[in-house]
């Protein structure tokens, strides 16, 4: 089975910095894209933040300049560097990835998977 597996969260003063991190595991082939979510109280969950597998990225209005998305193919992680923390980045986030895994018989499938969320909290 692919798991992913998120760390990082917490609660940060307004102005501060806070790094998620996501891995990967299981029996992975080859994983494409990957992307970090979130999900504020009431709201929809919206992309934060997207990385291909060559590295192009792409991010939400509303963090361009304070957030980088970066990612380490081979230990399966990417990670979220978020700078300029403001109460209104507080929200659940959630890692995504797009993996080719290989079942027990050795097929390969393409799926979307999800972390189990990462609480993130800004205080002003």
């Known amino acids: 089975q692919v798991q992913l597996v998120e760390s990082g969260g917490g609660l940060v003063q307004a102005g501060g910095s806070l790094r998620l991190s996501c891995t990967a595991s299981g029996r992975i082939f080859s994983i494409n894209a990957m992307g970090w979510y979130r999900q504020a109280p009431g709201k929809q969950r919206e992309l934060v933040a997207g990385?291909?597998?060559?590295?192009?990225?792409n991010y939400a209005d509303s963090v361009k300049g304070r957030f980088t998305i970066s990612r380490d193919n081979d230990e399966n992680t990417v990670y979220l560097q978020m700078n300029i923390l403001i109460p209104e980045d507080t929200a659940v986030y959630y890692c995504?990835?797009?993996?080719?895994?290989?079942?027990?018989?050795?097929?390969?499938?393409?799926?979307?998977?999800w972390g189990q969320g990462t609480q993130v909290t800004v205080s002003s």
């Open positions: 995504n990835a797009d993996i080719v895994a290989v079942s027990a018989t050795y097929r390969r499938y393409q799926s979307t998977y």
């Open positions: 990385v291909t597998s060559g590295d192009r990225s």
